[in-house]
């Protein structure tokens, strides 16, 4: 269309229907390439892979990908490894494997993007040439004086057309009106065409896109054999060919033209390799290391303003493997669990029965530094493929047809965006475990560091930090819970239950199912006065209330007269106390520590020196434990049946 637009600038050769024809081809030739060129500037250059989306794709690995609540307890697989093996069937998973194909296929999008470049920029060159090869001819046509008709010549000889010349005014409307356009259209075409080819990232779209962009270059092909008359397209190829100047030779004898065009072609490549294909292939593979690079089978849970600890639970870690359940194997992993832990072993018998002042911005932070700066470490605890990798280097994504995976070097990009969030790659030392329970230090409140480890294996057979065995052992309701984990997996007392009882007695899960029954010799200060008023039993049971917590309705004391075998004027205490306090131990209590308990009874408020009590002892095989619905069937025996009752 441009080689036939310019018959309009010559008198003969075209009739007025033919001009008008050729006006509206080029307009419409303008027009379309214009448009398509718009259309893909405005709506197609945006960039896909872009820094912001490094960072993107950050936040989507420790927001989503190692979520806790995305883990599968099945497989033993965070998202974020189900989504690197491209097992999964999502719109995460489709753009990974967009990715992961235009890095590592046998002719990577880089390369594929270079050659499509290379040949769109040598199609570009092709109508470069054309187009200043018109613009020469052009120019170098014999100048004519304005009244001179003889512009466009038939030769009867050859049977052909002359272009013998061209005045001034036509030559400047020539290269205004159809040479400067062309060459714009194309120089657009160019760089367009270079960017959009090096910024798609599917590598069947890069082979379409280059396609696309040659249907643009051949739409004055179309304009013109759809619109020129057959007499147009007669006389074009009878035109006789019109001198482009005469030849200049630059160095080595290659012509300047020449060497302008050379210049060109390598300029545009390389322009179009440096400023757009390598920043979109970096960025690619950045975001493909900030998904899939480094450590990928651990989950997370904490990090917020209800849950601060960002507690790590890497499927493997160290010595600790991943499982489906810590009890399928009929307690053999539970044993070596908690032998490597608590240095206990495994009961069958034992059932288990189950605010802050800082920020939520706070707490955001540092759960994407420590989950970021844990997936990109090398610690020799995930295996021994990270610790191979070299400083500076990271394992790559996996191959999804032998699973391998490799050390590459981490992109700058995701260096940079890894800075930003203050997240150092390639650390070596790991953070340590998350504390537990221990023996030596009893029930104490256990504080989770701001960040720790607590494998999957935990996750199984201890459930949440600080442990299930804490939970059991320490804060468990069911006190037959806290005495069965102290007696039969940790084989120590408790510190504060008399458990050994509990656990002979009892079957409700307070505990308060333990009864205490036990005889005294009590020699009265002032037997007469005794004898007149007996209320020697009030002080003494005020003071076992004291001591026991128990409530006055379960304590009983019978006073009788303490009979042969001992002196006269002593009194036998018949003392039961029944539902007592999982926490009170009474024994050897009861029994050695007399003396104590004489001066307690004596500090009572309301205590009578002058009726009240001069020494106390205990009877020998007197104190024994029981259960409290014993005594209670048994209350007449057990506490004495020849006096009443002392309510």
Known sequence: ?????????????????????????????????????????????????????????????????????????????????????????????????????????????????????????????????????????????????????????WNREDESYAVVGMNSLKRVLALVLLSLPRLFVMLCLGFIGCQYLAQTANLGDIVLNAVALAFVMDVDELVANVLLTERLRSILPKIQPMSCGQRKRGHKCCPFKDMVRYAITAGLVTFALVYWLIPFDQNVRGAAMALCGGFQDFSYEGGTSDSPPVILKPAKWREDSWVSSCHSDGGTTMDVYLQRYYSARYNDSVQNNTATTLTAEYYDRLKRREVLKFAYGLYAGFGSSFSECAQGEILGPQNPETAERTCIKIPERLEKRLGTEQVEHGHRTGPGNCPRFTTTDGCVTIQNPDVCVWTWLSEKCDEKPPGLVKTDACDSADVITQCETWHYILSKPHPTFNCDQILEYCTSPNGDCVAVRGQYIIEPTNWTAHQANQVLDTPFKTTLQQWSGVDASKITINLEEAGAGYPARTLRAYVCMKNLPPSYIPLPGLRTDTATLLEDIQAQTGYNPNNGIASLDWVPNTFRYLATTDMDSKMDTLCGATVPTVP
Not at 8 to 21: D, H, Q, S
Not at 74 to 82: D, E, F, H, P
Not at 110 to 115: F, K, Q
């Open 1 to 153: 269309m441009w080689d036939a637009a310019l018959l309009l600038f010559f008198r003969k050769g075209t009739n007025y229907v033919e001009k008008v024809i050729l006006i509206v081809g080029c307009m419409l030739n303008y027009f379309l390439q214009m448009s398509l060129l718009l259309t893909i500037y405005l709506n197609m250059l945006d960039s896909p892979y872009t820094v912001d989306t490094i960072q993107e794709m950050l936040r989507w690995r420790v927001d989503n990908a190692h979520s806790n609540a995305a883990f599968d307890e099945v497989t033993g697989k965070s998202l974020l490894a189900r989504l690197c093996d491209q097992e999964l069937w999502s719109y995460e998973q489709e753009e990974f494997k967009l990715m992961y194909d235009y890095l590592y296929k046998d002719i990577p999008g880089a390369l594929l993007s270079t050659l499509a470049i290379v040949m769109w920029v040598l199609t570009i060159m092709v109508e470069y040439r054309r187009c200043v090869e018109q613009a020469l001819a052009v120019i170098h046509l014999p100048a004519l004086a304005k009244d001179d008709k003889a512009e466009f010549v």
